[in-house]
């Protein structure tokens, strides 16, 4: 059962190379998602900053209304003050008009910390949607580089899968069952080349004797990990 190096080591190189093709083809969609979470993220910033900016300028109207029924307020007491009856009732007039006053002068520092706000909110909306913006822009400049890259991946696996089948050719019918079931379990690791006596695969020592059937081109399994074993070039 003579089974040569240079048929297992381009055996080995094709099924590393589709290996690898898959991989990248697997990987593509991945990236995509990973791009669309990312918009999806950049999308729920955008709406919380919206929400916030919304909530902060509807907090602000009603402080503008009070501020102005204040103003109102007071205008109505020193109508009232003007017309008062007695000392007693002018000074709870007066009183009222300091108690309205003074919260007119809160509420203006706070619609005052508000428009700063609204302001500072505002701009982080602004971000927002340039992040968004380009968010978007990256997820499609990756779908469109990956879907022209899967063109390229596909019609070279269909190029690799014809070879491969070519190059199986080569091996002898006796070891094709031995070598269809090892391949079905570890794929692109199925076959290792052997270094100074020491299978690449799992870096255990191999025998002598197994060492002397591979220079006689006869098929060797390691007896560790199970990989077809092939000579160096």
Known sequence: MSVTAAALRELH????????????LERGPKQVRARETNVAVLEAKLAEARDRAKQTQMALDRKQLDLKSGEQKVLDL?????????????????????????????????ILEGLEKVDQLVIVSKEAEINLAAGKQEMEKTKQALEASAVTIRADLSQLEVELVD??????????????????????DSLAAVDEGVCTGCGQQITLNMQNELRLSRHVFCKSCGRLLYLPE
């Open 167 to 188: 190059a199986e050719k080569a091996l002898p019918s006796e070891i094709k069952a031995d070598y269809d079931r090892v391949v079905r379990s570890k794929g692109a």
């Open 78 to 110: 020193r109508v009232k003050l003007n017309a008062a009856n007695n000392n007693r009732e002018y000074q709870a007039l007066l009183e009222q008009i300091a108690a309205a006053e003074m919260a007119g002068s809160v509420l203006s520092d706070e």
């Open 13 to 24: 190189r094709i099924h590393q190379r589709l290996a690898d093709l898959r991989d990248r």
